[in-house]
Structure formats: C-alpha cells, structure tokens
C-alpha cells in the first residue's frame, strides 16, 4: 500500500553559508502520486531530496511518512529509495547482482537474492541481459538497473534526482514511459526532481516549484502553465509573454486591450500572462497586429504579432502561411489568460 510524505517547515543552511539553500517547504505528496520538485540549478531541489532521504540532517523541519515523523531515523532504516542522476553501480557486480544487493546485505543466499531481482529486471524490462557485467551496458540500460535496484528494496517513498539528465530525448522518453509503467504495477509514492518543465508535464500529478530555495508554487500540471504564482513559475513553465498594464475589478487593462481575467485577489500594477500555445490566429477579431517576425520550433514556429507597440507572441500550427509584415487577428480565449502582480 502506498504511503504519504510530508515535510513540514523543512530548512537547510549549509555550513558557512549565510542564506539558506532550502527555507521552511512545506510539502505534502499523496500516497501512489508523483510530485516533481521543479527549478532551475541552484534552487534548493536536491538538497530537499537528501533531506528527505535522511542523507542531510535539516536545520529545521521535519519528514512524516503516513504521519510518522522520520527525521531521526537513519536513511537505511527509512523505507526511502533514491536514483541519481548517475546510475553509481557496483562495478564488480553483474546487472543481476547488482540489483539484489539488498538480499545479499540482508542475510539472503545469492541463488535467492538473484530469483528475487529477476522481477525487477523484466519491470525494467532488461530480463535477457542479467549475467552482463555493467561495464557492458549502455547508459540507458545502467539507469534502468539503478532504478531496478531502488525498486527492489520496496521503498516506501522513492526518490528521482535527475536520473534521466544525461540521457538523449529519446532515450529521456521510453524511461518516462517506463516510469509510468512501474507506478500502474507498485502503486509507488515518487518525488521527481528536474529543471526540465516538459519532463515534470510528462510525469507528474502535481508540481513543486521550486526558487531559491523557497516554494513558489505547487499544483496540479495544468495549473502551473495556466495559472501560475509568480513570473518566475511562468518562465519556468515555458511562459514567453508577459504584458506590462493594471488590475482593476477582475479586468487587465494594457496597450493590447482590455481582458477579463479570473482572480481572487485585488487591484494594482499587474502583469498579464499569455500561454503563446492556446492563441488562436483567426479570420476576424477584435486584436488585430502585425506579424513582425517568424521563428521555427521544428515544425511549427512562433510569431511575434505587434500590437499598439507590444509584441504578443503566438505559437503557429505546422502547415501555417503566416508571413513578416501579415496583419492578422487573434483569438485570446480566458484560459489563455493569468495575471500576477509585478
């Protein structure tokens, strides 16, 4: 049965440091879920990861599983699994040993120690390549070994530091499907980290962002591109248009048109946020531009439409014969739409 982890006012300041790497998260993950803890380098993402795993003692904070406050406790005694972003295998050892280390320092036979690790070699789908040294395998097969091997200790909780960084897109996409794969078959609690918005879109139930060393947001996948906490979460999440004007009764007023937008919040100095991609060129409209410049992105391209002297930019379909100099007009559907205060 799947646990929940929660970490409650979670801090850490490193030795001779004056500011703190990590400062009071609060966090919870729901038991079976995926929580990807997203930022860029610097942010505090592996140290709460360490923390969590017992591998750094916090300077304040605790980590509860199930309610269960685990902060003293060993990190061998936590029930927590960890993959870094290296796969850091046993030299000496083949795959299969390697995966059932944790038989064999338990007390177990080598014979059973390997029948147990088998399971997890066909989850990771490496059954036929069990006796190979790891010295004889590729580097996407060394990660799915490691992960292998964190499974096999039947974590409570596992951990993800970056374990699929250093891999080629396509190799990044088939450990994504494979991670998928393990949670329908462990009902697995996992914490993600990453710095890569599209890999947190591809795995995760909810969203931690995560800026220097502080929680700026934490919601479901959908909401952090749609409706996120501060522009730096926007810019995190791939956000490229941010429009200068005020907030005043529900209504975003700036040079490209008056917007409603769905807020709880008061009036002030607001910035309006556009997801380029939900932008829809149109026939008639009542925001008009023109097409100032064109960049591709594989097959489709972004257009920078200048409206009133501000540039909106829009995401174009594959096949679009939008050209530099166009006017078009554009539809802004209220999803599309976020403020924040600047």
């Not at 494979?178 to 139930?205: N, P, S």
């Amino acid at each position: 049965m799947s646990v929940e982890l929660s970490v409650h006012g979670l801090t850490k300041v490193h030795p001779g440091q004056k500011s703190s790497a990590l400062t009071s998260l609060n966090l919870t993950v729901r038991p079976g879920s995926c929580t990807v803890i997203l930022g860029p380098s610097g942010s505090g993402k592996s140290t709460a990861l360490r923390l969590i795993a017992g591998l750094d003692k916090p300077s304040a904070g605790t980590v509860c599983i199930d309610g269960v406050d685990i902060t003293e406790i060993p990190a061998e005694e936590r029930g927590v699994g960890m993959v870094f972003q290296r796969p850091m295998l046993f030299p000496h050892m083949s795959v299969v040993d390697n995966i059932g280390f944790a038989y064999r320092a338990a007390g177990q036979t080598r014979r059973h120690a390997r029948e147990r690790a088998r399971r997890y070699l066909d989850l990771v789908h490496l059954g036929d390549i069990g006796d190979r040294s790891v010295s004889d395998i590729s580097g996407g097969q060394a990660q799915r070994v490691a992960l292998a091997r964190s499974l096999a200790g039947s974590p409570r909780v596992l951990l993800l530091d970056e374990p699929f960084s250093a891999l080629d897109p396509l190799l990044r996409t088939e450990m994504h499907d494979l991670v998928r794969e393990i949670r329908t078959e462990l009902d697995q609690t996992l914490v993600l980290v990453t710095h890569d918005q599209q890999e947190a879109a591809a795995l995760a139930d909810s969203v931690a962002v995560l800026i220097d060393g502080e929680l700026q947001h934490h919601s479901d996948v959908a909401s952090a591109y749609t409706r996120p906490s501060t522009l730096a979460v926007n810019r995190l999440m791939g956000g490229i248009n941010e429009i200068d004007g005020h907030l005043e009764s529900g209504v975003h007023y700036s040079a490209i048109g008056d917007f409603e937008v769905d807020v709880a919040f008061g009036d002030g100095r607001a910035v309006l946020l556009l997801r380029h991609e939900m932008i829809r060129v149109v026939d008639t409209s009542e925001v008009h531009g023109v097409v100032s410049a064109l960049r591709p992105i594989g097959f489709r391209s972004i257009a920078d439409v200048t409206i009133s002297g501000v540039t909106v930019k829009v995401e174009l379909p594959a096949g679009a014969t939008t050209r530099v100099g166009e006017e078009i007009s554009l539809e802004i559907p209220p999803e599309a739409r976020a403020v924040v205060f600047r």
